[in-house]
């Protein structure tokens, strides 16, 4: 039997991406559409080769340029070309969404909504959710991260037989595979590196939500109530306040710079920098756990990351991953209160060797749960679904299709 032929399309297609759309292939006949060649962080190609085809519109799309008929025309010939049965978006008012949205309800092709936006991202105006509700309507099915992001769909007027689980993973067993790799040969690995000896990683762009200063904050006062408790107890070198690892970049990293440069901070809090996709392993495998801090998260792809790499994980409540990515294998915290997220440092830091890689071996039985085949499964069903029940779509909502949200 011939497979559904489906277009799934991408601002960029990433590594990330990429696994998602090879898992895909293998149940679907599928086109990768993505807006832009170029993404916004210089992440590097997968090692796998491409199972799916993928059409590139534009050599560097941003907000900054490209107008809507631009959008459109380009959206519009890809259609012609990749002639599918159904065509799956990332969002509702993601780069280019509507513009795709738009194409499709002209041509009459089903669409499959992927989505991880929850109820508590943001404040919420009930004139936008009310013009939601109706794009969302243009949908016959969806695909989102998970619990959370399937509740606000559900608010939004989705029914929920109509909406499939599995948009949010990550290559696992490249993750795996890497960092076993990295720890079999372990010293050469922290050498090469300049890794110290204990520590905890955080993974982020340094923009505000990704609440980074709160991290450093929070690991300051983990440090000075470790080194309190090692003083009353005369405990041994072994029981030394861990460092901190932050990868990434961004435009808060001078702030962050000015914050670890306090005495107490400064040769324990390391910024390697924005690391490609192919030495995130590497960092996910020398540390003890993973910590993840921000105020507001869709989801958190980095969290995914860190469980496939078999580390014990911190995670803030805020991030939607939280029910499905933290169950036995960590701790969570409420990234307001500054008095909760040393305590799980410091927790975290006193568990024995034994009780983390109990934690580590918790990582990897959730990451299966996550692996890219979920993708595949997902978008399947809801393309399935879409072609059995497409939507009829009315004057209003061809027209808010058209408008910002």
């Not at 692996?371 to 072609?387: I, N, S, V």
Request: glycine share 8%; proline share 5%.
């Amino acid at each position: 039997m011939n497979k559904p032929a489906i277009a799934v399309v991408f601002h960029h297609i990433g590594p990330y991406h990429h696994a998602r759309l090879n898992a895909a292939a293998d149940r679907l006949s599928v086109t990768g559409i993505e807006w832009s060649a170029k993404g916004d962080e210089p992440w590097g190609a997968a090692e796998a080769p491409a199972h799916y085809q993928k059409v590139s519109l534009f050599s560097e799309a941003t907000d900054q340029y490209l107008a809507k008929a631009q959008l459109r025309r380009a959206f519009w010939s890809a259609l012609e070309q990749a002639n599918p049965d159904v065509v799956a978006v990332n969002g509702w008012n993601d780069f280019g969404s509507l513009a795709a949205a738009n194409c499709c309800v002209r041509q009459g092709i089903p669409m499959v909504l992927m989505s991880e936006s929850a109820r508590q991202d943001e404040p919420r105006t009930w004139w936008k959710e009310m013009i939601k509700r109706r794009v969302v309507g243009l949908y016959s099915a969806a695909l989102v991260g998970g619990q959370r992001h399937v509740e606000y769909l559900v608010e939004l007027g989705m029914l929920r037989d109509r909406i499939f689980t599995g948009y949010d993973v990550v290559d696992n067993a490249y993750f795996r595979r890497r960092a076993e790799e990295a720890r079999g040969r372990k010293s050469e690995v922290r050498k090469q590196y300049g890794l110290p000896e204990n520590y905890f990683v955080a993974s982020a762009r340094f923009i505000e939500k990704k609440n980074l200063p709160g991290l450093i904050r929070a690991y300051a006062e983990y440090r000075q109530r470790s080194e309190v408790g090692r003083q009353s107890s005369d405990v041994g070198k072994e029981n030394a306040p861990w460092d901190l690892v932050i990868l990434g970049d961004g435009p808060l990293k001078a702030d962050l710079c000015r914050l670890i440069s306090d005495p107490r901070l400064h040769a324990n809090v390391h910024l390697p920098g924005f690391k490609q996709y192919d030495e995130l392993p590497v960092y996910y495998a020398l540390a003890k756990a993973f910590v993840h801090a921000s105020t507001t998260e869709q989801w958190g792809l980095v969290v995914n990351e860190a469980v496939a790499s078999g580390l014990p994980v911190i995670v803030s409540e805020r991030c939607g991953c939280v029910p499905e990515l933290v169950r036995g294998n960590g701790f969570t915290f409420d990234p307001i209160d500054e008095r909760e997220l040393p305590s799980r440092l410091l927790q975290i830091a006193s568990l024995s060797d034994y009780e983390r890689r109990n934690l580590g071996d918790a990582s990897y039985r959730v990451a299966e749960n996550f692996a890219p085949e979920h993708f595949g499964e997902g978008l399947e069903q809801a393309a399935k679904l879409a072609l059995t029940h497409p939507r009829k779509v009315s004057l209003l909502g061809r027209t808010l299709i058209k408008l910002p949200l």
